[in-house]
């Protein structure tokens, strides 16, 4: 079963500093997707950033970017210029590829990261 | 357009009780998810849906059932609440297959349940 991993519960930043937050998982399978979702305080999941297993350049939007080496099942995500606004529960996420799986597009969840953001 | 939309946002329920958590997405999406979410912890899946009239477990159904009679809706019912199953719960839909392929979920603002 694929597991994922957020090892770090709490991390802040300044404002317009940039931060990383980590994740890690755990699968057999050799192509599949990964993401981070943002909660905040209102509790809806936000999309953030969507990075394909099969490519290698590292997904960026905007501000967003994330560090993705397959080899070590890691997925970082990377938030430069912070703004006040980035504050709010990081969920890395993981689903299988499609083809000949049986994922039926399961997301399986890290625990989450608290990122606070100091002005 | 308003996506996903779920109600109640908030709900207390006594041990025992029942009740149903509404999900209704305008996407017209084939997909559609409920998942949970314990305090500090991330989502698990419940119960899943490939299109009207199909349905499926996930990892922690128990507790739990759904039905999916339309593509719109996908209510989940609570039939003898525990304290266990106190939590907040998020209804998601995606698409797919067809000429989007997209994989990306789309997530309710969630139902805040307390079993007392």
């Known amino acids: 079963a694929q597991t994922v991993t957020q090892s770090q519960p709490e991390m802040s930043v300044q404002e317009a500093e940039t931060v990383t937050l980590s994740c890690t998982y755990d699968?057999?399978?050799?192509?599949?997707?990964l993401f981070w979702y943002k909660q905040p305080p209102s509790r809806q999941m936000i999309l953030v950033i969507r990075?394909?297993?099969?490519?290698?350049q590292n997904a960026t939007e905007n501000r967003f970017s994330v560090n993705f080496q397959k080899a070590a099942k890691s997925f970082s995500l990377k938030i430069s210029d912070s703004q006040l606004g980035d504050a709010a529960m990081y969920f890395c996420?993981?689903?299988?590829?499609?083809?000949?799986?049986?994922?039926?597009?399961?997301?399986?969840f890290g625990q989450g990261t608290i990122l606070t953001v100091h002005p | 357009n308003a996506g996903v939309t779920q109600t109640p946002k908030f709900r207390i329920l006594k041990i025992g009780q029942s009740m149903t958590l509404q999900c209704t997405q305008d996407?017209?999406?084939?997909?559609m998810y409920w998942y949970r979410q314990d305090p500090g912890m991330g989502l698990k899946l419940i119960y899943y849906?490939?299109?009207?009239?199909?349905?499926d477990k996930g990892e922690v159904p128990n507790g739990y059932n759904v039905s999916r009679s339309t593509t719109e809706d996908f209510p989940l019912r609570l039939e003898l609440a525990a304290p266990s199953q106190t939590s907040v719960y998020f209804c998601?839909?995606?698409?797919?297959?067809?000429?989007?392929?997209?994989?990306?979920?789309?997530f309710g603002p969630g139902t805040r349940l307390t079993v007392l």
């Open positions: 998601a839909s995606t698409q797919r297959g067809g000429p989007e392929l997209t994989d990306t979920q789309y």
């Open positions: 699968t057999s399978e050799s192509d599949y997707y």
């Open positions: 990075q394909e297993a099969y490519k290698q």
């Open positions: 996420a993981y689903r299988a590829s499609e083809a000949g799986g049986t994922s039926y597009g399961k997301l399986t």
């Open positions: 996407m017209n999406h084939n997909y």
């Open positions: 849906s490939v299109g009207a009239g199909i349905t």
